[in-house]
């Protein structure tokens, strides 16, 4: 197969019925991602920008596509930070391509563990909750890990928190909203969570941007390999829970329908600004925890219910 231009093609792009050599493949991403930036106002002058950065292609990829926007722009500064949730059998490969990332990129990194935030390691928290209501090391594991970023983050002054959230990753976050009939909870979703437009403790939390969300992950994946980028590949040893199965299914859709992604994502889009209406009204105040002092829905927020029990 030949791309547009003539050379040859690397990628079948089903969903558009293009085909693209390596050129003009980077070229589309690099254009998609500005694109999100540029609609979606993701950046402003004055900004300190944290990104979430794990070592994994997503997270790599922001920031390598960012740091493309943001470097030769004089207004604006970015920063990564990893958290280590102490997973002995994954977490150590991926933190060393993080930090030679952020090197080769002139990135100053910041890296904070669970074992010093929660005394514990993720690992050693997995043994714990055998007997615990909620099993699924991923819950645990993300509720302390937004905890650390977002208080870490507001200490060394960001503005925004940059994550490397993909297509998938938010089309299957909608969905899985719909099958736990969590719709207000779907009013968080979107290319910015911005609680402090609607909260009175929201200068608390710091607003997340997503600007990879319009990319299919094997196009990140793709992306990296063809830039000869040194990432980590591997695989959490805990993924497991709903959003696998919810994956698996989307996928079978995509094959069978191409665009499906694009059209659960977009359609989600234009509902989005009536249910934050309505989680407005619903979610009421956001309070400060009582053991923490951090932002929290109820008396006691989610990391100290989960965490520091
Ligand atoms: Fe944490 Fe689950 Fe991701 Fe593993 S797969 S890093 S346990 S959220
Ligand atoms: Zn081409
Ligand atoms: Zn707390």
Redesign the pocket.
Known sequence: MKCRCGRRAVYYRRFEGSALCKKCFLKSIEKKVKRTVRNNKLIRPGDRIAFALSGGKDSSAVLYLMHEIISPRRDMEMFAITID?G?SSYRPKTIKAAKKLCKELGIEHYVFSFKDFFGKT?DQKVKEIKNCEIKE??TY??VGRRYVLNLKARELGATKICTGHNLDDEVQSIIMNYIRGDILRAGRLGPVTDFSIRKKHGKMFIPRIKPLREIPEKEIALYIMLKNMDISWDE?P??SGIRFDVRDFINNLEKKYPGTKYTILYAFDKIVPYIRKASVFKEGEILKCKKCGEPASGEVCKACELWKA
């Open positions: 949730e997973i993720l090391p991923c594991c993300g959490c805990y993924a």
